[in-house]
């Protein structure tokens, strides 16, 4: 069973969507565990402040490194610990793989300008990043890379298949589908998927999935080839 701490000022956005549908059962179920820690609560003052001004001056606060470090002592026991941060490496489905193979993930939700880099440093915490892009803190991105990873716990989907053939398998988007009605405001579902020849159609799959990854994605597109080439 994966176990998950996370460190945040806001302990009741958790456990926010992931308490509905599959990864609400999945919870309930005990396939994953999920712990929402008040940093606040390590806290060395009577109002519980767990930020300050950025030294050599500028806008926003920063968490310091004393309560954080306390946080993270206090609740890390193994495992990785994250930082959920605009400046790490951004989220990819074979990282959310690496992630659900985890005993236990500490995940760092940032707010204000940031955290100090002494706590990254003295950790040695693993940054990663959902998008180019800035959220009001990283609750919002815990959550999203949370539930790319407890989907693929085992039997979470139930049917292993179900992520074979997703985006981004074999550096590939997934390739187009389609279900009844078979006509539908005049366009059909192309005839090969109803051929009932199994083979075609996984070649005609494979097709769709290289030539719409050429078309939207050219930098995994490029991936693909030089990962058939070796």
């Known amino acids: 069973m994966l176990k998950v ?3 945040t000022i806001f302990p009741e956005l958790f ?3 992931l ?3 599959l990864t609400g059962r999945a919870l309930e179920e005990n396939k994953f565990e999920l712990r929402a820690v008040n940093i606040r609560d390590y806290a060395l003052d009577k109002h519980k402040s767990v930020d300050d001004t950025p030294c050599g001056g500028g806008a926003g606060m920063i968490m310091r ?4 470090g306390r946080a993270i002592s206090s609740n890390h026991t193994k495992g990785r610990i994250i930082y959920m941060s605009p400046k790490g490496k951004t989220l990819t489905q074979s990282k959310v793989k690496e992630l659900s193979n985890e005993e236990e993930l500490t995940i760092i939700c940032g707010r204000f300008e940031g955290i ?3 706590i ?3 950790y040695n915490i693993e940054e990663i990043s959902i998008g180019d892009y800035i959220l009001t803190g990283g609750e919002q991105a815990a959550l999203i890379m949370l539930d790319a990873v407890v989907r693929l716990l085992p039997g979470v989907l139930g049917n292993k298949a179900s992520t074979e053939d997703e985006s981004f398998e ?4 997934e390739y187009p589908q389609y279900t009844r009605p078979i006509e539908w405001e005049g366009r059909s579902v192309p005839e090969i998927l109803l051929s009932g020849h199994h083979q075609k159609i996984q070649d005609w799959r494979k097709q769709q999935q290289i030539a719409t990854t050429k078309v939207r994605r050219p930098d995994l597109y490029k991936i693909y080839l030089e990962s058939k080439k070796s």
């Not at 074999?170 to 988007?173: I, K, P």
Request: glycine letters at 8%; a negative charge.
């Open 5 to 7: 701490n996370i460190l």
């Open 15 to 17: 456990p926010g969507f």
């Open 19 to 21: 308490g509905s549908s």
């Open 65 to 68: 490194p004393d309560v954080l």
């Open 116 to 118: 100090d880099e002494r």
């Open 120 to 122: 990254i440093e003295a």
């Open 170 to 173: 074999d550096n590939l988007l």
